[in-house]
């Protein structure tokens, strides 16, 4: 697993020179959002990443599962996925759930999606709590609600910065760059 963080303040620009390397690389790319509870906003997150693919001009398949890792096998959506989002609430429990899904996915040949797996925390983290040692980009607790309240599909996101840091560490391990 890679140690990183994904620098606050990432810009639209920033997340587009990243999508320009990485159609140097490939022609596309498969994210398979995986949530460790199915009251988490998770499609509206998938849904969310694959607009902004989008926008990039980027072909890029954003999938959904979870929390069933069985079920998400047999359906294959670990093998097409370049880049896991595992989507999760701060605290023990949820880290507890994310090392289980690790380990499962290391015991069942699926080290590299293991080693490309951004943890997406909704809600704030204790300042004092240990960072994980993966890529995580914390989204706000109100992810959901923002786009309930507004009646439109997902108005923030040009604006947002953390809709830019998702997208924006989604291509870091794409390019090769989570590494530090």
């Known amino acids: 697993m890679r140690a990183s963080k994904t620098p606050a303040g990432v810009t639209a620009q920033a997340v587009s020179d990243r999508a320009k390397e990485f159609l140097t690389l490939r022609s596309r790319l498969g994210v398979l959002v995986f949530t460790l509870d199915t009251h988490l906003p998770f499609f509206e997150i998938a849904e969310h990443l694959a607009e902004q693919f989008s926008e990039l001009n980027l072909a890029a398949q954003v999938s959904t599962s979870g929390p069933e890792r069985v079920q998400t096998a047999l359906e294959g959506k670990f093998s097409a996925a370049d880049v ?97």
């Open 84 to 180: 896991l989002v595992v989507v999760g609430e701060p605290g023990p429990d949820s880290e507890d759930q994310l090392m289980d899904l690790v380990q499962w996915l290391l015991a069942n040949g699926r080290k590299a999606l293991a080693e490309n797996l951004i943890f997406a925390v909704l809600g704030d983290e204790r300042p004092d709590h240990p960072v994980p040692a993966f890529n995580k980009v914390a989204l706000p607790r109100s992810y959901f609600a923002r786009t309930q309240h507004s009646g439109l599909r997902l108005p923030w996101a040009a604006s947002a910065r953390e809709s830019w840091e998702l997208v924006g560490a989604v291509l870091d391990y794409a390019v090769g760059l989570g590494a530090e």
